[in-house]
């Protein structure tokens, strides 16, 4: 399954609604819409079945930028406050041959 991304505005305010599998290869597209939404733009996650971690701190980013995230699922929530208690440097991916952070 694919994300599907729509934007809705209306009285000064814009939703950006995501529906399927949220993945990092969609992030800069997100990001996009969000730029185009203007000051006063909320993510809402009610249709997605699926982020990958990469999602997952896009989506600490924007809340920690003051974007709202809408609808959000209880596990999509619980893995977002996971993530924001680990240092970076944990959740970046082994690269073969490299120690475990990277180095």
């Known amino acids: 399954m694919t994300?599907?991304?729509?934007?809705?505005s209306g009285k000064g305010k814009t939703r950006i609604?995501?529906?399927?599998?949220?993945?990092?290869?969609?992030?800069?597209?997100?990001?996009?819409?969000i730029e185009c939404g203007g000051p006063r733009v909320a993510l809402d996650l009610e249709?997605?079945?699926l982020v990958d971690v990469e999602g997952i701190h896009?989506?600490?980013?924007?809340k920690a930028e003051g974007i709202p995230i809408l609808h959000c699922s209880p596990y999509i929530r619980e893995w977002m406050l996971r993530e924001q208690g680990r240092p970076q440097?944990?959740?970046?991916?082994?690269k073969k041959g490299q120690g475990s952070l990277g180095e």
């Open 58 to 62: 896009f989506l600490n980013a924007c």
């Open 3 to 8: 994300l599907r991304i729509e934007r809705i």
């Open 89 to 94: 440097a944990r959740t970046n991916k082994r």
């Open 17 to 33: 609604r995501l529906s399927g599998e949220f993945r990092s290869e969609q992030v800069d597209q997100v990001k996009t819409e």
């Open 47 to 49: 249709e997605v079945d």
